[in-house]
């Protein structure tokens, strides 16, 4: 998310009238791919995990309701935020009002993520590091000097590195290499992840940063799954509601499809129907960020449970045997952490 273009973020009101042939086919193909199996993640005490995420408010629209879910089952769950948010701005008409926002919207933002971690039941520890801001202009101006995206690999890997062996997570999760969304500090925290996702095990690496851990499973979050967005589109005209994915899809499904969507294929769906509450939660606590009337809740938490009741990820590295699909992030690793 942070700083999501109009484009984004506009309903669509052309969307696929529901008495349209095609929702009735609709209808049927995602009766034929509802949800089977298992509802909820497994007992997940002794196991942790680890997401990294660039700015306070990311951890909230991409893959909170996983870190609910698995907070819940006894996991510790540790949400690292990379930057700030210090180029973030008040994205939130009503939050506008409150003087403070204007004052100090990094203190603000603080807070906001404090009441966000204790919503998921995550710990959460900053980086640090300074927000890159989103360069904006044909070409884009430089990234700012000192800012996390400007900052040479080993640099801005080091806190990582150290954040690693000391909370010793089993798996990690970050974005893939687009960044998950074109901004350069969502870019940056895909190669400082990885890098530090490998290094950390390698006593000859970041020897400052403490004892070797070696994490065993590394994922990338799939938030912007465009087969999602397929089938909420195609379930809401089938219900006869207005989709605001339509003019989303086109796009994506034409030659104006964005080169941050990537191509991976998601290995791994996470049940967290029953945590949709907490994500919701967690994201109203980012009130500078999130507007309570905006996209992030779109479709009611009652038609993702049916149709769509997970959460996407792509496992990018494991060094545990699993077989995919897989349902649990932790596949492989349970009766032996
Ligand atoms: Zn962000």
Redesign the pocket.
């Known amino acids: 998310?942070?700083?999501t273009t109009p484009s984004e973020t506009a309903l669509d009101v052309s969307a696929v009238p529901a008495d349209d042939p095609r929702a009735s086919a609709a209808a049927q193909e995602l009766h034929d791919r509802a949800p089977r199996g298992s509802t909820s993640v497994p007992n997940s005490e002794g196991l942790r995990l680890l997401a990294v995420?660039?700015?306070p408010?990311?951890e909230s629209s991409k893959g909170a309701a996983m870190m609910a879910a698995y907070a819940d089952a006894g996991a510790e769950v540790m949400v690292a935020t990379v930057t700030g948010?210090e180029a973030?701005s008040l994205l939130n008409p009503a939050a506008a009002e409150i003087q403070q926002c204007h004052r100090d919207l990094t203190g603000v933002r603080r807070q906001e993520m404090a009441e966000a971690a204790e919503a998921l039941g995550v710990q959460h520890v900053w980086l640090g590091f300074v927000d890159s801001g989103l360069p904006e202009g044909d070409p884009p101006p430089p990234l700012p000097f000192g800012s996390y995206a400007a900052l040479p690999l080993e640099l801005a890997s080091a806190p990582l590195v150290r954040l690693i062996r000391r909370f010793q997570p089993h798996v990690v999760t970050c974005y893939d290499e687009s960044g998950g969304?074109p901004?350069p500090?969502?870019i940056m925290s895909h190669k400082t992840t990885v890098e530090a996702y490998h290094a950390a095990g390698d006593a000859s690496k970041y020897p400052d940063c403490g004892q070797p851990w070696q994490p065993q499973k590394l994922y990338y979050d799939r938030a912007f799954n465009p087969g999602r967005f397929r089938a909420l589109h195609e379930a809401l005209v089938a219900a006869g509601i207005n989709s605001p994915f339509g003019e989303r899809l086109a796009r994506w499904e034409s030659d104006e499809r964005p080169d941050w969507l990537t191509n991976h294929e998601v290995t791994t769906q996470v049940p967290v129907g029953e945590f949709l509450e907490a994500r919701d939660a967690a994201l109203k606590a980012h009130r500078t960020q999130v507007d309570p009337e905006g996209f992030f809740f779109a479709t009611p938490n009652d038609f993702l449970r049916e149709v769509w009741p997970y959460d996407d990820f792509v496992l990018a590295h494991s060094r545990v045997e699993t077989s995919l699909p897989e349902n649990d992030l932790f596949s492989g690793l349970r009766g032996n952490p």
Do not use: V
């Open positions: 998310m942070h700083q995420h660039a700015h408010d990311d948010g973030g969304y901004h500090d969502h």
